[in-house]
């Protein structure tokens, strides 16, 4: 069962898999780590890597990670994270299983992916700019650390949330933008000493690399699932 589950995957892929399961292990070892952080790295990492191949289970996955993902910001006073978790990530996910589930194609079980409107594109990023001042002011009035970057990140989540409901290639894009965001969040109280958040850190590290790479590979399973679609 296991071995047919991942016959479609490449070395690249399995390595990855492994070693980034192993480091976050380590690394809450190491650096004395709590079990959810550990947990949060785990599965959101599992997650990324099941969303760049298109699996439409990186979604089931998805759900319990960002329960972890919330605890984590919640003891860490990013109170944006949070709240990007509990009414935007949540409901956006849900939205988005229903598309994938919708538009998958069942002999490989990836999600077919899709191409935006120019007018579409333009239309999300123009209600983003906007709302960012919208997520701001909420963030203030929590207190929130850390407050333009908490800001970014909760735009760039939206962005790439929505772009994944919509199975555009854009949500990569928007991915890797929240990856660096979010390195330069939980960067700042490791810099300050609190080394037992390294093992936090190293999530969004390892999601660059693997979104990086969910570009390249969803641009392949798209040319793909145009070739099958003109001989069909």
């Known amino acids: 069962m296991i071995k047919k589950y991942f016959k479609d995957w490449t070395k ?3 390595s990855f898999l492994i070693i980034g399961l192993s480091l976050a292990i380590l690394f809450t070892i190491i650096f004395k ?3 959810i952080d550990m947990c949060y790295t785990i599965l959101y ?5 099941l ?3 298109g699996k439409v289970e990186c979604y089931f996955v998805g759900f319990i990670s960002v329960f972890f993902y919330g605890i ?3 003891n860490q006073s990013y109170y944006g994270e949070l709240l990007i978790t509990i009414f935007l990530t949540f409901p956006i996910m849900i939205v988005g299983i229903i598309s994938w589930l919708r538009n998958r194609d069942k002999e490989d079980n990836t999600v077919i992916i899709n191409t935006l409107s120019i007018k579409e ?3 999300v990023l123009i209600s ?3 709302m960012f001042w919208l997520y701001y002011y909420i963030l203030k009035i929590f207190n929130t650390s850390l407050l333009i970057i908490s800001t970014c990140s909760v735009v760039t989540s939206v962005l790439a949330s929505y772009f994944e409901a919509r199975r555009s290639e854009l949500s990569l894009i928007s991915y890797i933008c929240n990856d660096l965001i979010l390195i330069s969040l939980w960067i700042t109280p490791v810099i300050q000493g609190d080394s037992t958040k390294i093992p936090v850190l190293l999530c969004p590290t390892l999601l ?3 979104d990086i790479y969910g570009t390249y590979n969803w641009k392949r399973l798209k040319k793909k699932q145009t070739e099958q679609s003109n001989q069909d």
């Open 51 to 53: 969303m760049s191949k």
């Open 33 to 35: 780590g709590t079990i």
């Open 208 to 210: 660059l690399i693997n």
């Open 72 to 74: 984590v910001s919640f």
């Open 12 to 14: 690249f892929e399995l």
């Open 128 to 130: 983003q700019i906007v």
């Open 45 to 49: 990492f599992t997650t990324a890597l």
């Open 121 to 123: 594109i333009i239309i």
